[in-house]
């Protein structure tokens, strides 16, 4: 943890300066081309969302499949949902 006083002429240093430096002293050890021994792993790329998580998405902030309590009705939405082509196709 940095002091908030300069070890070598006694002098108060600015709390802004030692937040840059902190910040500063972060960016190197993370490196910017994600070399060997940088401490971040790579992002993992998101998945797909499934033709019920788009339906639900879409569709569960409208107020014929809400609650009274403000939940969306999951036994509505799943009904509507397989009256589309995509909910017919998992029937097959």
Sequence with gaps: MPTKYCPECGAR???????RQRIFSQRER??????????????????????????VKANAKKPRFRLRSGAPNLKKLGVAFRKTPAGRKKRR
């Excluded at 240093?13 to 937040?19: H, I, Q, S």
């Excluded at 994600?34 to 339906?55: E, F, I, M, Q």
């Design 13 to 19: 240093r600015d709390v802004e300066e030692m937040a």
């Design 30 to 55: 993370v490196g910017r081309g994600g070399t060997a021994g940088s401490y971040r792993k790579a992002p993992k790329p998101k998945r797909k969302l499934s033709a019920w998580n788009k339906y």
